[in-house]
Structure formats: C-alpha cells, structure tokens
C-alpha cells in the first residue's frame, strides 16, 4: 500500500511539473488575430514564447493583412486586434466583444516625393494616396482636411490603394507624389527609396502632430476586444492573456533589437533592420482598465461627431467596455 501511494504521489508531482506555467484548463486555445504592422510587432514575444511552449496560455495566431481580413475572421478568434472605429462598428452591429485595451497610438504619416508640403492647408488641391479606406486612416484623414479648411470630397482628389505595401512601393518608386501611411510602411517606403537612389522621398507631415494641434486629446488607432463568451468562460486564460501582451509590449519597446530580429523571423516586418527604425515610431502600447477606457471613449467620440457612419451610427454602450 506504501508503494502504491509513492507512486500516485510521485505522478502527481509529475502532472504539476507539466503544467506549472500554464493557466487551469490548458487544453484551451486561445485565438488571435492581429494585423501586420505594430498590432503584431506588439505581440511578438507573446508569439515567440508560444512557439517555443513557455507561454502560459496555448496560442493559436493569425497575422492579417488588412483590417477587412481581420473583420472576416471576428467570428471565429477569441482575441482580435483591431482599429478603434471598426472594433465599435462590429459591436454596435451585433458582434458580442467588448473593449479589453488601446494597443496603437498614433502610427500615420503623410509622405511626399518633393519640398511642397509643409503644412495640412498645403494639401489643397493636391491628390492623396492612401490606405485604410473606411477604417481610421480615412476619418482621421478627412477629420484634419476638415479641421483645416479643406473639403476632402471637392478641395483634394484621394485615391485608396488596398494593400500598405503597394502604396509604399509607388512612393519609393516615385510613381506617388503624395502618399498617407502607417508605420512600418512608412519605413519599408523610405528604406527602399534610398535603396534605389530615390532621394526626394520624406515625411513631410507627421499625422500624431498634427492630430495634436487640433487639441483633440490623445490619437489612438489600435485596441484589443474580446469575445463575451472567451472572457466569462475562460476569466484565467485571458487575464494571463493581458498580462502576457503587456509584457510583450514592454519587451518590444524597450529590447528594441531583439525584438526587431523576432518580428522578422514571424515574417510581420520583412527584414530586421526595418522593424528596428519603425518600433520607435510605432506607438505600441497596452492602456487597460479605466485609462484604456478614456482613451477609447475620447477617440471614438471626435469619429462620431466628425461621422456617425464611422463608429456604426452610434457611440458604444456602456456594456462594451465592461461597465
């Protein structure tokens, strides 16, 4: 009987082992999906220790190119990453997420082929390459033409280009002479420009900057929701989620070289090098809890005002944030 008991006791020290590090109920995976660009770069360390099996959830990740990629996936993730005004469109359609963090600040520049384009006024007239189209690119686009005198609809011709990277390939080629993106397209652009002897390509406008002129509160882009249901079922897997993302965050802002080598070992920045000059400018961030929340309330309140249909038609209730 002694012996029989020294060996339950022996493979249950064993099964502890095993599963130290691992939230209860370690059978759960835990989907995500995140855009490629600083969404991904955040949760890059997140991804490497899920790969190599030290992270304490189970991970499963999709790496979308695009927000609309990333909507079409809503359904079957438990974590998306998202921008701000598509996360409270989906929720004020129906989608049953709630708001967990702000995850992006501002990542947009306006970038020229030339030394025309000083200010936002000087934009009139002008035509405007772009992304994002029917995501916060565009309202933030229009929002500071608005704010400074320009009607985006008469005053300037915009032209929306699908993929980030087909833009920033027409601005390094010059084939773009004005050209509005996110980082780390904005670098991939310049970095390739000077490559190829393409000296005439800068960033004329910092977006954050003059976003913040306009005294309209902080620029937020990027959040995190979560399915209702992941979250009441699964409380443990996702608070170690946020804990986990947060520590990514801080690994990716402050071991900047290291984490530029893994992002482009997971393929979300092609080459090291690039990833390394676009973490600085990438805004990364994890604002949970009620200092998320305000952040989030701020944005989406001047998106709704500058266009209902922005936000889906309505500001959130107070159920998407959890209250």
Request: aromatic share 6%; charged share 20%; glycine share 8%.
């Amino acid at each position: 009987m002694k012996r029989i008991i020294a060996i339950l006791l022996a493979l249950c020290l064993c099964a502890m082992l095993f599963a130290c590090g691992k939230t209860e109920g370690e059978d759960v995976t835990v989907r995500v999906v995140a855009l490629k660009g600083p969404t991904g770069m955040g949760m890059v360390q997140l991804m490497s220790k899920d790969a190599d099996g030290t992270a304490a959830n189970d991970y499963e990740f999709t790496l979308a190119s695009s927000p609309e990629e990333a909507q079409a996936a809503i359904a079957n993730v438990d974590i998306a990453a998202l921008p701000v005004n598509l996360a409270a469109a989906l929720y004020n359609k129906g989608e049953d997420i709630s708001f967990a963090a702000i995850n992006t600040l501002g990542v947009l520049s306006i970038l020229e082929n030339g030394n025309t384009i000083e200010s936002i006024a000087d934009l009139k007239g002008k035509t405007i390459y772009a992304t994002g189209q029917g995501s916060t690119p565009e309202y933030i686009l229009n929002y500071l033409l608005e704010k400074n005198g320009i009607d985006p609809e008469t005053d300037v011709t915009i032209e929306y280009l699908t993929e980030h990277t087909e833009l920033a390939t027409k601005l390094a080629s010059g084939d773009a002479a004005i050209g509005l993106l996110p980082e780390p397209n904005v670098t991939v652009a310049l970095t390739s420009a000077a490559a190829n002897g393409n000296t005439d390509l800068r960033i004329a406008l910092d977006v954050t900057e003059e976003w913040s002129k306009l005294g309209e509160g902080e620029l937020v882009q990027g959040c995190i929701v979560v399915s209702n249901k992941f979250k009441t079922e699964h409380p443990e897997q996702y608070e170690a989620f946020l804990e986990e993302y947060k520590a990514s965050v801080e690994y990716v802002n402050t071991d900047i070289e290291a984490a530029a080598a893994d992002i482009a070992e997971f393929g979300i920045v092609p080459k090291a090098e690039v990833a390394k000059k676009a973490i600085p400018n990438c805004n990364i961030c994890c604002y949970d809890g009620k200092e998320g929340t305000d952040y989030m309330k701020a944005m989406l309140t001047v998106l709704y005002e500058a266009n209902p249909k922005s936000v889906g038609g309505k500001m959130p209730d107070d159920a998407f944030y959890g209250e």
